[in-house]
């Protein structure tokens, strides 16, 4: 059986707005954040996206798993791709800079001295505020929409059926699978299976997760065929199919949907035209360097 993302109705204003207009301004609103690296820029759209979230009504308990994984992933790639490899897509963090810590290491005959400079800072610092921005833009959606509203939202949006159904299946296989893996783990566990216990290498480790990894994958496949054969069954996809569920614009959907047209183009003017919203950092931050 599948399952859906923990929703319940908190009777907010995002709520009230139709899902499809709330999609068209979280990818007009992407599109705008990925024209800059500037962080006065970037900075907007961070107090834009927070203010979407204090609208959602959201509790910490709610969203502290995924805010772990979100926090965990963006600094891990920004401290290796920025801090220490210097990779970040722009001329002036990859020129060299203005050291603040720099160290000589000798790892079986290689010379590695990974550097820290201000201009890889700040940089790091530009990036954190972007990806955040981004991920918060989208992680209110699942806990703030109706599950039975997918599919028919992604139709609404202009993706064929087949296409939407698959964006809905897609929205639930997250949830599927965690519920899947805590049956398995703690069916495991009823028989013995110690998961803290694990010891070994790396490929022994791996050898010795089988107990769960193999039940939760072969159940993933057997799953997915069932539900492949049940919509062949219904003869789905021959057609246009009809939804349930039906949803109309408002005036307020209007408008939100006008006011992220209206940031992209501003977005793109500024970026185009004004040359504004490259790599910057302010003249004070050099007293960072040794």
């Known amino acids: 059986m599948l399952v859906t993302w923990k ?6 204003l995002l709520e009230k707005l139709d899902p499809r207009a709330r999609w068209f301004f979280s990818f ?53 791709n920025t801090l220490f490899t210097g990779r970040g897509g722009t001329t002036e963090v990859l020129s060299g800079g203005h050291i603040i810590w720099r160290v000589e290491w000798n790892v079986l005959g290689l010379s590695i001295h990974p550097t820290i400079t201000v201009e890889r800072v700040w940089f790091a610092f530009s990036q954190i505020v972007r990806m955040i921005s981004i991920s918060t833009l989208f992680l209110i959606i699942p806990f703030t ?22 964006m809905d299946l897609a929205f639930r296989f997250v949830p599927t699978l965690a519920r899947d893996f805590s049956t398995t783990l703690d069916a495991q566990r009823a028989r013995g299976y110690e998961l ?59 408008i939100l949907i006008a006011a992220g047209v209206v940031i ?27």
């Open 145 to 166: 929409m109706d599950p039975r509203l997918y599919g028919v939202t992604f139709r609404g949006m202009g993706i064929p059926d087949r296409f939407a159904f698959s």
């Open 28 to 80: 007009l609103v992407l599109f705008s954040i990925i024209q800059f690296w500037d962080v006065r820029f970037l900075c907007f759209f961070f107090a834009l996206v927070m203010t979407q979230y204090a609208l959602a009504r959201l509790t910490w308990a709610e969203t502290r798993r995924v805010w772990t994984f979100i926090l965990i992933m963006v600094i891990g790639i920004v401290a290796l």
């Open 264 to 290: 992209l183009i501003s977005s793109i003017v500024l970026k185009m035209a004004f040359h504004v919203g490259d790599f910057w950092m302010p003249a004070w931050a050099l007293t960072w360097a040794r």
């Open 196 to 254: 803290d216990k694990l010891e070994g290498g790396v490929v022994a480790q791996i050898r010795k997760m089988a107990p769960l990894v193999v039940p939760v994958t072969m159940n993933a496949i057997l799953s997915g065929e069932d539900i492949t054969n049940a919509m062949d069954l219904r003869c789905f996809g021959l057609r246009p199919r009809t939804w349930v569920h039906k949803l109309s614009y408002v005036r307020r959907d209007y």
């Open 7 to 12: 929703y319940h109705p908190r009777n907010s």
